[in-house]
């Protein structure tokens, strides 16, 4: 019996010119599509003249849905998953689905292609050590607090989705948490006819969305914290040291809180106190 595959399949995010020949040829011999908008996918399919089956698949399907896909490749079937737009999982259906494909040692094979993140992140001139994907900011009020407090305190870029109905509160919540000054870019209707990236600070893009509010789709990327470099000299940490044994504190425990409130390694504090 044939191997069953479950294809991962990118499509464009808006220019249809970045799809890729892999993607074509995949979704051209696949045995079913799994679509999340069988309707939106129908037209992908028709501009690059491919006929084939599809099935609807979205964040709605139930287990049952999930389950006649995992039996479908467990009969040696090729499945080739795709979303709206982009890569699969990504703020998009799927992940369970994959994560109980590779349980049932079914082989997932990616079929890479555009995704919004990276598409964003690559222009923005924001990158630096890394980044990390928020995605959509939850709708629910405790989750946002704990995703905004994370973000608070995050040194890496940062990039999120968001809805053009929600994207002033939005920006005002994150003037909010870091401040108006923190640089961000605002990635409007990537490739596509009215491609758009608003460059400067949380302040400033919340002043040009209120003159004049904004369409489409938009990413928004945000600078990370500055990291503090903090430079304690040897003198200083003397100082502290003697000011926790004067507070009549050992000197092993006063070695353990000099460190933890000057936030420096335990060792090199210690090699000091033994100058004490
Ligand atoms: N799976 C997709 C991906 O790989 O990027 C993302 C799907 S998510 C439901 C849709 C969101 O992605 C939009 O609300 C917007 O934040 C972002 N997005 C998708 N296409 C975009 C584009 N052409 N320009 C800017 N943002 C886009």
Redesign the pocket.
């Known amino acids: 019996m044939a191997e069953g595959t479950l294809f991962v399949v990118?499509t464009p995010?808006?220019n249809m010119e970045d799809m890729t020949f892999r993607a074509i040829e995949t979704l051209k011999t696949a045995d079913v599509i799994a679509a999340e908008d069988t309707r939106h996918t129908v037209k992908l399919l028709n501009h690059f003249e491919i006929k084939n089956k599809l099935m609807s698949f979205h964040e709605h399907s139930d287990v049952s849905r999930r389950d006649e896909i995992l039996d479908m490749l467990r009969q040696g079937m090729k499945v080739a998953l795709v979303?709206?737009?982009?890569?699969?999982?990504?703020?998009?259906p799927g992940a369970e689905l994959v994560a109980a494909a590779v349980q049932n040692g079914i082989r997932v094979i990616p079929i890479p292609g555009?995704?919004?993140?990276v598409?964003?992140l690559s222009a923005s001139g924001l990158l630096k050590d890394g980044f990390v994907f928020e995605g959509?900011l939850p709708a629910d009020n405790k989750a946002r607090k704990a995703a905004l407090l994370r973000i608070q305190s995050e040194t890496r870029t940062m990039v999120l989705?968001?809805?053009p109905h929600r994207i002033e509160k939005t920006l005002e919540i994150l003037k909010d948490t870091l401040g108006a000054e923190r640089p961000m870019v605002l990635?409007?209707?990537?490739?596509?006819v009215y491609e758009e990236f608003i460059r400067g600070s949380i302040g400033e893009t919340l002043v040009r969305i209120k003159d004049k509010p904004l369409k489409?789709?938009?990413?928004l990327i945000l600078a990370g914290a500055e990291k503090e470099e903090k430079i304690v000299t040897d003198e200083e940490i003397t100082a502290e040291l003697k000011s926790w044994m004067g507070k009549g504190k050992t000197k092993k425990d006063a070695v353990g809180l000099t460190a933890s409130s000057l936030e420096i390694l335990k060792n090199r504090v210690y090699q000091i106190s033994l100058k004490l």
Do not use: C, N, Q, W
């Open positions: 990118a995010i808006g979303s709206d737009a982009g890569t699969p999982l990504i703020s998009d555009a995704s919004a993140v598409t964003a959509f989705y968001e809805a990635a409007r209707e990537m490739t596509k489409g789709e938009m990413v």
